[in-house]
């Protein structure tokens, strides 16, 4: 039977599959547009496996606040190339993953993966990812997620270059407003910029401080400066040094980077824009997601590749 451009339109429109996927589709099927759309989901699924072993470590991270800021989720969605992670497509497609770990109950990603989404309930969120993946001509990979609740504050998140980093900070606080909020943006900026590993130094082990003891004691008794020195001066300049390093890698006690004199810590930046805000209000812990971060990126010759392929072809 005749295909009519209208139903390769509805089509398309209701699967966003390309023309000609639409057009294979209704052929195969007669025309029948239920049929059509389970061969394409077939199709899809069939793609997505084939597709499955590039490498996917560009794409972007997202994160999804409750209107309260009572709850926040973050989330990374890889592509093989940045030029589909700033697809408004794809950029679409995360917001709903991000969205769906907002509201997830799911504890780990292969149970959120089974879930059914909340795009399309018919279809689980690794069906829907598959169908994606058919759309946009990429492997794509839901990486992990994250919810975080704080009941007795409120949550920031701040984005990085278009989702290359998104960080969320926790605040614990008296008194929700705007002030409290802006703060809670210059921190979550200080996180992204600064790298902290730790909120505070109570959150660093002792099995850690002892390893970088060992280190630093070595280091400080190999110098030709502390050659002779008492053992009370050499435990003293270990110790400096461990609260130096420290220092860089706990949020609350780094320099605060808009500080105006260089020395305001961010504890102190914090306690001062509370002050401000009439407000009492700490800062509990933040999450830090930079895509792409651990994973192993190709490398790409685009010249060879375009020579394999007219070979191939």
Not at 194 to 205: A, K, N
């Amino acid at each position: 039977m005749a295909i009519t451009a209208s139903q390769v339109k509805e089509l398309r429109e209701m699967t966003g599959s390309g023309m000609m996927d639409c057009k294979k589709a209704l052929t195969a099927t007669e025309g029948n547009i239920e049929k059509a759309i389970e061969w394409l989901r077939e199709k899809g699924l069939a793609t997505a496996q084939k597709k499955a072993g590039r490498i996917a470590a560009e794409g972007v991270s997202m994160a999804a606040i409750s209107e309260d800021g009572k709850k926040a989720a973050v989330v990374e969605v890889n592509s093989e190339t940045d030029f589909v992670a700033q697809n408004e497509k794809f950029q679409a497609y995360v917001k709903q993953v991000a969205e769906q770990a907002l509201n997830t109950t799911a504890s780990t990603l292969e149970e959120f993966m089974a879930e059914p989404s909340i795009a399309d309930p018919s279809k689980t969120v690794e069906e829907a990812l598959a169908a994606q993946i058919a759309v946009i001509g990429e492997n794509l990979k839901i990486r992990r997620f994250q919810q975080i609740e704080e009941p007795n504050g409120v949550l920031v998140a701040y984005t990085h270059q278009n989702g290359k980093i998104v960080t969320i900070v926790d605040i614990e606080t008296d008194s929700v407003n705007d002030a409290i909020r802006e703060m809670g943006k210059n921190v979550a900026m200080q996180v992204t910029s600064m790298r902290p590993q730790y909120t505070s130094d109570s959150e660093v082990s002792q099995e850690y401080k002892d390893h970088e003891i060992e280190i630093l004691t070595k280091q400080i008794e190999e110098d030709p400066k502390m050659a002779g020195k008492p053992e009370k001066v050499i435990l003293g300049a270990v110790q400096g040094r461990l609260k130096k390093e420290l220092k860089e890698i706990c949020l609350l006690d780094q320099i605060y980077v808009k500080a105006e004199d260089g020395k305001q810590s961010v504890a102190q930046y914090v306690q001062q824009a509370a002050k401000e805000a009439g407000a009492k209000a700490g800062i509990k812990g933040f999450v830090r997601y930079e895509t792409g971060e651990g994973l192993e990126k190709k490398s790409e010759d685009f010249a060879a590749e375009v020579a394999a392929q007219m070979a191939g072809n």
